[in-house]
């Protein structure tokens, strides 16, 4: 093996599983690179990556499942790569269809998928075998932490700190390359996050107010969901979801960002299939994808900013109701 590329996702989740890679493929002090990328541009983001590549190489994608419109393009890539002789692994604890799996089998990438668990924990769970490593106790703690927050059990003291603090936005890759080289070297938790976390919370308090401005409920389909229009920065959009859904006794939340991205959030109704019905996907309890936002919505939400939230409130209705999402079986 000679150089390690990771493509992850954005989340605590995905900054985890490439700590937890990192440390376990003993690269510590070095040679590594690590790329974000949403479900709905990893292809985007691999293909800026295939030029630097190598035969030899090892490429490790984390945290991030299929999505429709960017999958097909992925596979493209990584077929490509496994053809140059690069070792291709993929970790998720994501809901895949039989057919993704057989694409990336026929790409040659080794895909790791374990849904009992956050994807650091997928990690954790099969890298060790494969590259003769061993997962001690600061792994053991990194994962727990990260499964607590990521699937919204909020057990670990840590989870709500880490959370937040690989959430701030505004800093991109930057903001989570400093939280990243502290968990690669075994640091959880310090002074500097700590004043990171303070910072954040300010934000966060003025981001709810915002959001609360921005928040349309719709009824319908057998349906009570809450929509809430997200311009950037704090809260993040599981806090969000976790206000809407008890505030409003909503089925759905969902968080709506300006490039139409959208994050479901439920705690009965399985968001999973309502997004992968719109060419996303994710978790039974949390899921996104992204919806084409018309123009004259755009516009108007400038001046009234529930209209977006009350375009994408009734989309998401809708769909839950073709389902039968709110109103069949949890």
Not at 1 to 12: E, F, P
Not at 42 to 64: M, N
Request: aromatic share 8%; hydrophobic share 40%; with cysteine.
């Amino acid at each position: 093996m000679n150089h390690v590329y990771i493509v992850t996702h954005t989340d605590l989740d995905g900054v985890a599983s490439a700590a937890v890679a990192v440390r376990l493929l003993g690269r510590i002090d070095g040679g590594y690179t690590v790329s974000y990328a949403e479900p709905y541009n990893l292809d985007e983001v691999l293909a800026g990556l295939e030029q630097y590549i190598e035969e030899g190489d090892l490429l490790v994608i984390s945290d991030l499942g299929p999505n429709r419109s960017s999958f097909p393009g992925a596979v493209e890539v990584l077929k490509k790569l496994a053809g140059r002789r690069v070792d291709i692994e993929w970790y998720d604890h994501h809901v895949w269809s039989d057919d993704d799996k057989k694409a990336l089998a026929g790409a040659g990438v080794k895909l790791f998928i374990d849904t009992s668990t956050c994807a650091a924990g997928v990690v954790a769970r099969y890298m060790p075998s494969i590259h003769d490593a061993r997962v001690d106790e600061y792994i053991e703690d990194l994962v727990a932490a990260t499964c607590s927050a990521d699937l919204w059990r909020w057990d670990h003291p840590l989870s709500p700190k880490l959370f937040r603090v690989v959430g701030r936005n505004g800093e991109g890759q930057d903001g989570k390359d400093l939280v990243l080289k502290k968990l690669i070297s075994g640091i959880l938790w310090d002074e500097e996050l700590e004043e990171r976390l303070l910072d954040y919370l300010e934000k966060e308090l003025e981001g709810f107010n915002n959001v609360q401005r921005t928040t349309y409920i719709y009824q319908g389909h057998g349906c009570r969901v809450a929509a809430a229009y997200k311009q950037g920065g704090p809260p993040a959009n599981s806090f969000i979801g976790g206000m809407l859904l008890g505030r409003y006794s909503a089925d759905i939340a969902v968080i709506i960002r300006p490039n139409g991205g959208i994050s479901l959030r439920s705690r009965r109704v399985n968001v999973q299939r309502i997004a992968s019905s719109l060419g996303g996907g994710g978790h039974p309890r949390a899921s996104g994808a992204k919806v084409d936002i018309p123009l004259i919505y755009r516009i108007i939400s400038r001046i009234y900013p529930r209209m977006v939230s009350r375009y994408i409130a009734r989309i998401v209705a809708r769909e839950a109701g073709r389902l039968g999402s709110c109103t069949g079986p949890v």
